[in-house]
């Protein structure tokens, strides 16, 4: 099976000197969407390193534009508890 086709261009919502730092809370991918490959890829046992090579692809080709877009839809409730934690851990405010 050939890897999906990815989007590598910026958004454009906003400026890259106003990104926020690097930060898994605010990553949507770290966030959001490891979980839900997570929990797609071990339905099934994987037995070798190659398997889950295969595994992870087919799963991250086969992600709903829709699991993508709820991720992203949280991010800006996400960016205002961090700013309101200023920084600090904010997850059990969510």
Known sequence: ???CKTNTSAPGFI????????SPDLNPVDYEIWAVMQRRVYQRKIHTVDELNQRLIEVWCGLEQSTVDMAIDQWRKRLRASVLAKGEHFEHSL
């Open 1 to 3: 099976m050939l890897p």
């Open 15 to 22: 400026s890259p000197d106003l990104w926020p730092p690097s």
